[in-house]
């Protein structure tokens, strides 16, 4: 059985309030007593109340609620996945969503960006580059939210984000309970805050177990799977070659795989990001996984939540074992 939602009749009654005084402060309007104010941001509270955007703007002779969406490469398994889910979730709320990938183009991301702007759009999620994004807060914007790493150059910003450092600890301290000591790490840019804490992880795990990180086997800034494959078989052929992988996310768990069909070490590997055809290998890839409908969800939510004080939320993240992260080490 469904639950219904609180509407704003129900936030009045709760407040002793009439549905004009709701309404206005929930649309923000002037001259409404701090009293009254907080009786109803109060009942908003208790009875946990959102505002349906959409409907709020159509009351006004508007058009539909549209967000866009900015990300890296819609190309991308986890940016499909992603939109997909941003999509769903809007759609709950009767909003459109509008999509542009700026192709690990800065430039392109902040055209985009304006372009959205200048065109209408009502708010924005945006899966920052590892570019500075200080110019965001020098003009007026549409409210925006941002996915999978935090801005740089933006100290108040809404971010909802992985926890990825414990999710580089749980890999890689996995790998290290399997007899592994000599861990690669490959990874994208470590200016993306994501990449940042997903080494962080992998740092502190191999710390811990007083294993410290040999910088030899760390590969940083690769973004295609040939790169990735060319690296891990330059990897493969050091005098004290690496026994295990530890791919920051699905690209190079991709590029791990490319790399090891043509050759005849079995290392072990653990990515970071599920992809569909990761348990039909021999073995099966072990990855870091999250729901990302919950990581798509919290975005939308927090577009549309009245409160407008900047907010960060971190999605849990899990280790699932399939074969690749549990070869033992060949010595």
Do not use: C
């Amino acid at each position: 059985m469904t639950t219904r939602k609180p509407t704003m009749a129900d936030v009045a009654r709760h407040a002793g309030v009439s549905l004009k005084t709701v309404s206005r402060v929930v649309n923000q309007e002037p001259h409404v007593r701090a009293s009254l104010q907080q009786r109803v941001h109060d009942s908003i509270s208790a009875l946990g109340f959102r505002r349906n955007e959409a409907a709020a703007r159509l009351a006004r002779g508007a058009t539909m609620l549209t967000l866009g969406l900015v990300m890296e490469n819609i190309s991308n398994e986890f940016y499909a996945r992603l939109a997909a889910a941003v999509e769903a979730a809007a759609a709950e709320h009767e909003a459109l969503v509008v999509f542009g990938s700026y192709e690990e183009r800065p430039d392109k991301e902040r055209m985009l960006i304006e372009s959205m702007h200048a065109r209408g759009v009502d708010a924005l999620i945006v899966v920052p580059s590892a570019a500075d994004h200080s110019w965001l807060a020098e003009h007026g914007r549409p409210r925006t939210v941002f996915v999978d790493r935090v801005p740089r150059g933006l100290d108040r910003a809404d971010v909802v984000m992985l926890d990825d450092e414990h999710g580089g600890r749980t890999a890689t301290a996995h790998l290290l309970a399997h007899g592994h000591r000599r861990i690669a790490l490959i990874s994208d840019d470590d200016g993306l805050s994501s990449v940042h804490h997903r080494a962080r992880g992998y740092r502190a795990a191999l710390r811990e177990a007083g294993a410290a990180a040999d910088e030899a086997l760390v590969v940083r800034g690769v973004f295609d799977p040939g790169r990735v494959s060319y690296e891990v078989g330059r990897l493969l052929d050091l005098p004290g070659p690496p026994t295990a992988f530890f791919a920051t996310n699905n690209r190079a768990a991709i590029g791990v795989l490319q790399a090891l069909r043509e050759r005849p070490e079995r290392p072990a590997y653990v990515g970071f990001d599920d992809f569909a055809l990761a348990g039909l290998f021999s073995p099966g890839v072990t990855v870091v996984r999250y729901d990302i409908d919950r990581l798509a969800r919290g975005a939308v939510e927090l577009l549309l939540d009245p409160v407008r004080e900047p907010r960060r939320i971190t999605v849990p993240v899990e280790l699932v074992a399939r074969g690749s992260g549990e070869l033992p080490p060949v010595v």
